[in-house]
């Protein structure tokens, strides 16, 4: 069974920094689009950040410059980086998997294989 771990969530201030990880040793092929979503209570979950195989990136308008996604083919890693965050960022967040696509990453149908979720919670 495929598996998407994700690890590094916690509470900080407002202006605050954390790095999410995401374990994938299930998935064999390396080259499928990535992604991290996050979700609160009552909302629809949302993307955050997708990658390519390439390395292109996607981001949502609302973290654009704060956040980074990166990978790493080697180690079936994922990250992401965020920076200033703010209280909106508060949410439960998932690592996700395509299936077999490698790019156009932003379609969230795409996404077969997702985490349980590691919490982040902003404070103002």
């Known amino acids: 069974q495929v598996q998407l771990v994700e690890s590094g969530g916690g509470s900080v201030q407002a202006g605050g920094s954390l790095t999410l990880s995401c374990d994938a040793p299930?998935?064999?092929?390396?080259?499928?689009?990535m992604a991290w979503y996050r979700q609160t209570p009552g909302q629809n979950r949302e993307g955050v950040a997708t990658?390519?195989?390439?390395?292109?990136?996607g981001y949502a308008d609302s973290v654009k410059g704060r956040f980074t996604i990166s990978r790493d083919n080697s180690e079936h890693a994922v990250y992401l980086q965020m920076n200033g965050l703010k209280p909106e960022d508060t949410g439960m967040y998932y690592c996700?998997?395509?299936?077999?696509?490698?790019?156009?990453?932003?379609?969230?149908?795409?996404?077969?294989?997702w985490g349980q979720g590691t919490q982040v919670t902003v404070s103002s």
């Open positions: 299930g998935i064999t092929d390396s080259r499928v689009c």
């Open positions: 990658i390519a195989f390439d390395r292109e990136t």
């Open positions: 996700a998997a395509a299936g077999d696509a490698y790019y156009s990453c932003w379609d969230g149908y795409k996404y077969v294989t």
